[in-house]
T-cell receptor, first 112, second 113 residues
Framework: LAKTTQPISMDSYEGQEVNITCSHN???????ITWYQQFPSQGPRFIIQ???TKVTNEVASLFIPADRKSSTLSLPRVSLSDTAVYYC?????????????FGTGTRLLVSP | EAQVTQNPRYLITVTGKKLTVTCSQN?????MSWYRQDPGLGLRQIYY???????DKGDVPEGYKVSRKEKRNFPLILESPSPNQTSLYFC????????????FGPGTRLTVL
């Protein structure tokens, strides 16, 4: 399993763009990068997944540089409801990989 | 509505009293898993199941048992609970063996006195 490193916490204000960077220096060729969001006392929720370059959905964008040793989750114009913990996970999508290692994530606090 | 359900949502019990936390999914998912979440430790996997009658240990299986007799159900059994098993527990499921989106239940907050 490739180890990931994220900031423990981040602060932002409503309407700002938030970028959370995850470091995964030992990422393997077949590994994908996945981000989950977790609100207090709720289960994590899948946000986005990618392999390289850029992926965008209705919630976020995921930027992955060419060397894939890091990735950045971008949340456009955050609101108070985006206050949550965000987890970056790395793993092989194609080989029946079963374990998800969540780590401690990044706690994002959005203020008015 | 596609969902993962857990029961009970809250449970306070005493040391040594056997308990079962149920988990059920209605998405016909093959893969199911149990996690526990503790402050400062993130989510840690307890057990997982790749299909009916196929289970395996996760990172912290000690003190827990599971069974997968039906595809939709994956109960977590604590034969003799201890205070160090006080935690927030999540059940999750996903369709197949790959790195697909995993769907989590609402959580069960367990306190063992």
């Amino acid at each position: 399993l490739a180890k990931t490193t994220q900031p423990i916490s981040m602060d932002s204000y409503e309407g700002q763009e938030v970028n959370i960077t995850c470091s995964h220096n030992n990422i393997a060729t077949n590994d994908y990068i996945t981000w989950y969001q977790q609100f207090p006392s709720q289960g994590p929720r899948f946000i986005i997944q990618g392999y390289k370059t850029k992926v965008t959905n209705e919630v976020a964008s995921l930027f992955i540089p060419a060397d894939r040793k890091s990735s950045t989750l971008s949340l456009p114009r955050v609101s108070l409801s985006d206050t949550a913990v965000y987890y970056c996970l790395v793993g092989d999508r194609n080989t029946g990989f079963q374990k998800l290692v969540f780590g401690t994530g990044t706690r994002l606090l959005v203020s008015p | 509505e596609a969902q993962v359900t857990q029961n009970p949502r809250y449970l306070i019990t005493v040391t040594g009293k056997k308990l079962t936390v149920t988990c059920s999914q209605n998405m016909n998912h093959e893969y199911m898993s149990w996690y526990r979440q503790d402050p400062g430790l993130g989510l840690r996997q307890i057990y997982y199941s790749m299909n009916v009658e196929v289970t395996d240990k996760g990172d912290v299986p000690e003190g827990y048992k599971v069974s997968r007799k039906e595809k939709r159900n994956f109960p977590l059994i604590l034969e003799s609970p201890s205070p160090n098993q006080t935690s927030l527990y999540f059940c999750a499921s996903r369709y197949g063996q790959g790195w697909d989106e995993q769907f989590f239940g609402p959580g069960t907050r367990l306190t063992v006195l």
